[in-house]
Structures are given as C-alpha cells and as structure tokens.
Nanobody, 123 residues
C-alpha cells in the first residue's frame, strides 16, 4: 500500500523559512515524479514544484521560483520542499503526490496523494 506522509508544516512570519518533508513508502519510486501542491481556502489546488526521481529534473511554479527548492533523498525515500522568503500568500495546505507517468509532472493528475500539512505565513 502506497503511503505519502507529509511533515514540517507550521506557523511562520513573512520572510521566514520552513522545510516540508514527504516520506514515501509502499513501492519503488525511482520511476516516478514527486510533486508538491497546495490549496488555500476557497481556491483550487495548484502545482508548486516537482522532481523526476531518477533524473533529479525539477519543475517550479512561477510564483515560487527562486524561493522554493525541491529535492529527494534516495537513502531515506523522502522528498523535501525548502521554502524560503515565505509570503502570506503562501499560506495553504501543502500536499505531497506521486505520478508514474512523468509527462504529467506539472499537471494535477497524480496517482497518489498525502493527507497534507498546513503552512501558515503571518504578515
């Protein structure tokens, strides 16, 4: 059974940093793309960042480029999202997801989803 478990969310002031982690289990993810998405209250879920596990190729939404960094740790089977220079508009529930068809990496059409972790940025 595939499990994606997010951690690291919390409350931070604008300009601060947080690091989210996603622990992946239940299968080998070396042929997958791993993504981070977020959903703010009253808004649709949106793509934030993704990484092709085998090639370490990364993708970012324009709104987070230069501030967020996605990475993966093969030994720990985890994917992380380092978030710097946080803004109040980054406030959302952040979800980790995995997709086998890596061409879908920047879409919302992922195969597996975590439960989400809340990130709140105060002004």
């Amino acid at each position: 059974q595939v499990q994606l478990v997010e951690s690291g969310g919390g409350l931070v002031q604008a300009g601060g940093s947080l690091r989210l982690s996603c622990a992946a289990s239940g299968r080998t993810f070396s042929n997958y793309a791993m993504g981070w998405f977020r959903q703010a209250p009253g808004k649709e879920r949106e793509f934030v960042a993704a990484i092709i596990w085998s090639r370490s190729t990364t993708y970012y939404a324009d709104s987070v480029k230069g501030r967020f960094t996605i990475s993966r740790d093969n030994a720990k089977n985890t994917v992380s999202l380092q978030m710097n220079s946080l803004k109040p508009e980054d406030t959302a529930v952040y979800y980790c997801a995995a997709v086998r068809a890596t061409w879908k990496v920047t879409t919302n059409d992922y195969d597996y989803w975590g439960q989400g972790t809340q990130v709140t940025v105060s002004s």
